[in-house]
């Protein structure tokens, strides 16, 4: 299994290879990033008054981010609590990193060091930053699993992540995954599950590719569209579907 150079802005399989039998090499690791979200009502405001304030979101003066995080967060911890409450459970986020993480240990094998960390829960990422430390890694893969690049999601996660682990006292090497849509195994996994779902369906249904959107005063300055409406092209491609505004496929934003 191979990983990816962090110099470079997407994904390449140099820098990061698994240790041959006989030869030295510093210990290795990959922190996966995530979003995070709420595992019980506790939970709920916590988290989105961390989401609020996040600069990367929100380019306010702190003081004014801070304040305002606490009112919008007040204000939206009952309707969040209330879509969890009709889902039948809190935020499953966790438990499906987690399932990643450890597909990931059994496919680097021993050598590697897999952590799991969520952006919107500092504390928990502290603590994941001291566990690295402890552990010896002298090379750390920053993995935030987004396929696509955002500052308010990859770079956000990444500045965490670093923040957290000077805090902690890491001194090894630090590589950064920022994006992942084209890469074939991601694109193969999206379309093997499209084609499963297509072959069940008796009459052939218009497709509406759904992503996170962002405000435009973001967007206008933010790669994310492109490369989620990119993404949309690559998979009706490789699934002769046509992308069109009409008919049998579009992009939907949140």
């Known amino acids: 299994p191979k990983l990816f150079d962090g110099e470079k802005r997407g994904m390449t399989a140099k820098g990061f290879e698994q240790k041959r039998d006989g030869e030295s090499a510093p210990a290795k690791g990959v922190l996966l990033l995530n979003y995070g979200g709420p595992r019980a009502e506790e939970e709920v405001l916590p988290f ?68 799991t960390g969520m952006r919107y829960f500092p504390e928990e990422l502290d603590a994941t930053a001291g566990r690295i430390c402890d552990s010896g890694i002298g090379e750390l893969l920053l993995f935030p699993l987004y396929p696509q690049e955002s500052d308010t999601s990859t770079l956000s996660a990444i500045t965490a992540a670093r923040d957290s682990l ?43 590719f759904t992503a996170h959107g962002l405000p435009v005063k973001l967007a206008l300055k933010d790669n994310y569209n492109d490369q989620v409406r990119e993404t949309a092209k690559l998979i009706c491609k490789e699934l002769s579907i046509i992308l069109s505004l009409t008919n049998p496929s579009a992009n939907g934003w949140q």
Do not use: H
């Open 48 to 115: 989105l008054e961390e989401l609020f304030n996040d600069p990367a979101m929100f380019r306010y003066p702190g003081w004014i981010r801070k304040r305002g995080a606490r009112y919008a967060a007040g204000r939206r911890a009952p309707k969040l609590s209330a879509v969890y409450r009709e889902m039948g459970r809190f935020s499953p986020i966790w438990e499906e990193t987690e399932a990643q993480a450890s597909a990931l240990r059994e496919s680097l094998g021993e050598n590697f060091g897999v952590f």
């Open 166 to 208: 000077n805090r902690a006292g890491f001194k090894g090497t630090i590589l950064e995954a920022r994006n992942f849509f084209r890469e074939k195994g991601f694109l193969e996994a999206v379309c093997e599950l499209l084609r499963e779902k297509l072959g069940s369906m008796e009459e052939k249904p218009r497709i509406i």
